[in-house]
T-cell receptor, first 117, second 114 residues
Framework: GAGVSQTPSNKVTEKGKYVELRCDPISGHTALYWYRQSLGQGPEFLIYFQGTGAADDSGLPNDRFFAVRPEGSVSTLKIQRTERGDSAVYLC???????????????FGPGTRLTVL | GESVGLHLPTLSVQEGDNSIINCAYSNSASDYFIWYKQESGKGPQFIIDIRSNMDKRQGQRVTVLLNKTVKHLSLQIAATQPGDSAVYFCAENSLSGGSYIPTFGRGTSLIVHP
């Protein structure tokens, strides 16, 4: 079946602008995760949803970052007043179960490359 | 603080050789480890995992070894092929706020020469 998809694949914006990044998880997956990956680094956890609620948002760097998942499927990561330091690849992943157990395979999307000029 | 890291940032091998990618971790409470492969322009792809109650697990051409005594994890790829060229990450699932969230190391770039 279809994997995790993310749109847009690339986003170029100017400093101070607002952006929205979309994630479509694998159908039926209840858990959804957002990560940020800087060049040469591993993915860094941002936020995790179980269903519609944000179960863990401890990775969000500041209050300019916000994410929603209103119907428990598609999620949108929103970044206000973008800064050059926000430039990175934003990855989304989904899994069939929540991370209440450590043995939980995540499936990643291709990411959205955000460039803030 | 606790961390997951990799010893070698780049590994170059000849096609057909065996590859070994190493990873050190420091959180002795971690009980689940995962290796991911990431090709350019793509998200990480699950390769193999291992639970802390095991010291070895084999897949197709890949083997993961876990040494809890020295907190070391390795990924062995047999008969490496050009299609194996990618960045490889180890990750540990650690408990954060009641949830198990993967913590990724920096990654090792594997380059396979034909």
């Amino acid at each position: 079946g279809a994997g995790v998809s993310q749109t847009p694949s690339n986003k170029v914006t100017e400093k101070g602008k607002y952006v929205e990044l979309r994630c479509d998880p694998i159908s039926g997956h209840t858990a959804l995760y957002w990560y940020r990956q800087s060049l040469g680094q591993g993915p860094e956890f941002l936020i995790y949803f179980q269903g519609t609620g944000a179960a863990d948002d401890s990775g969000l760097p500041n209050d300019r970052f916000f994410a929603v998942r209103p119907e428990g499927s598609v999620s949108t990561l929103k970044i206000q007043r973008t800064e050059r330091g926000d430039s990175a690849v934003y990855l989304c992943a989904s899994s069939a179960g929540g991370p209440g157990t450590p043995y939980n395979e995540q499936f990643f999307g291709p990411g959205t490359r955000l460039t803030v000029l | 603080g606790e961390s997951v890291g990799l010893h070698l940032p780049t590994l170059s091998v000849q096609e057909g050789d065996n590859s070994i990618i190493n990873c050190a971790y420091s959180n002795s409470a971690s009980d689940y480890f995962i290796w991911y492969k990431q090709e350019s322009g793509k998200g990480p792809q699950f390769i193999i995992d291992i639970r802390s109650n095991m010291d070895k697990r084999q897949g197709q051409r890949v083997t993961v070894l876990l040494n809890k005594t020295v907190k070391h994890l390795s990924l062995q790829i047999a008969a490496t092929q050009p299609g194996d060229s990618a960045v490889y990450f180890c990750a540990e699932n650690s408990l954060s706020g009641g949830s198990y969230i993967p913590t990724f190391g920096r990654g090792t770039s594997l380059i396979v020469h034909p």
